[in-house]
């Protein structure tokens, strides 16, 4: 269903069917909040179109349990978090979703090949209009499996922001992004599952 927009204590805000604001809080986001209704149709317009884009994708909530954070050289904040794992449940959205050994394995080999870093985002921002909106959380520099391939992981380099609201409880939860039928981009070949992106979530979004 789409997202709409609705004033409330005076400000603008993204709200889903049932009116009630999608992102809580002072998120950064909507930053608690739009001035113009131009502004919020434009958040909105963003991250209905997300949606459709995201049609045949799978998104789900992971959350971030015993989070530590070690410094590089360079002073930058990482950490690992598992972002999938082997197993079939049933979703209210999706239905059936099962991912398997092949699919975590698939994932590893097609970011190893990519030639970019994937995202960590706020709230499924980076698809949004507004640069603030869109801005990262951290970027996923390595992607590998645990548990005799069950488990799959990234190594996450943070920004100091998001730090920040992962140490204040602020956000608790991750969900991946992605799809087990993903093709290159250049050649519409079959590569298998890929992992598309990683959000950062306060709690239910689009879930």
Not at 55 to 60: A, N, Y
Not at 85 to 102: A, I, L, S
Request: hydrophobic share 35%; charged share 30%.
């Amino acid at each position: 269903m789409p997202v709409i927009c609705k004033k409330i204590s005076g400000k603008w805000r993204v709200c889903g069917p049932d009116g009630e604001p999608e992102m809580k809080g002072d998120s950064p986001v909507d930053g608690g909040g739009h001035d113009t209704k131009d502004d919020c149709q434009s958040q909105a317009d963003a991250m209905n179109a997300n949606m459709k884009h995201s049609q045949g994708f799978i998104r789900f909530v992971i959350a971030l349990t015993g989070l530590k954070f070690a410094e590089t050289d360079e002073k930058k904040k990482v950490s690992e978090i598992q972002v999938c794992m082997v197993g079939k449940w049933e979703h209210d959205f999706y239905g059936t979703v099962e991912f398997t050994r092949q699919h975590l394995r698939e994932m590893v080999e097609n970011f190893k090949t990519g030639k970019r870093d994937l995202v960590v985002d706020y709230q499924h921002g980076s698809l949004a209009m507004d640069p603030e909106a869109a801005k990262a959380a951290g970027w996923i520099k390595d992607l590998y499996t645990k548990e005799r391939g069950t488990q799959l992981w990234a190594t996450v380099e943070w920004t100091e922001k998001a730090v920040e609201y992962i140490q204040a409880d602020e956000y608790k939860y991750i969900s991946p992004e992605c799809t087990t039928d993903g093709r290159d981009k250049e050649t519409d070949e079959k590569i298998g599952a890929i992992l598309l992106a990683v959000d950062l979530l306060m709690g239910r979004f689009f879930h």
